[in-house]
Nanobody, 119 residues
């Protein structure tokens, strides 16, 4: 079992930057693919970004490319989502996710952290 704890959410203004953190425990962190999803009010949950176990490869949602960056620090067992130039449409609950390298589905989810961006 992997336990994920997100932090860093808050109330921001458009154009601000924010970094979310996700601390993982329960399994060797460098064996886990990590990612972020978000769910805005009244909308379905959507994929935001993911990063491979070694950090060599990553994917980012098209609508946040150039603004959001995913990274990880395997020594600290922590994944990050750096969000720049925030927009009101980025308002959502952001969830950290993890999976074993061979899994095709995200196996573990955090509780989520709220990010609210005002115009």
């Amino acid at each position: 079992q992997v336990h994920l704890v997100e932090s860093g959410g808050g109330l921001m203004q458009a154009g601000d930057s924010l970094r979310l953190s996700c601390a993982a425990s329960g399994r060797s962190f460098d064996s886990l693919g990590m990612g972020w999803f978000r769910q805005a009010p009244g909308k379905e949950r959507e994929f935001v970004a993911s990063i491979t176990t070694d950090g060599a490869n990553y994917r980012v949602l098209d609508s946040v490319k150039g603004r959001f960056t995913i990274s990880r620090d395997n020594d600290k067992s922590t994944s990050y989502l750096q969000m720049n130039s925030l927009k009101p449409e980025d308002t959502a609950v952001y969830y950290c996710v993890a999976k074993e390298k061979i899994s095709i589905t995200w196996q573990w989810w955090g509780q989520g952290t709220q990010v609210t961006v005002s115009s």
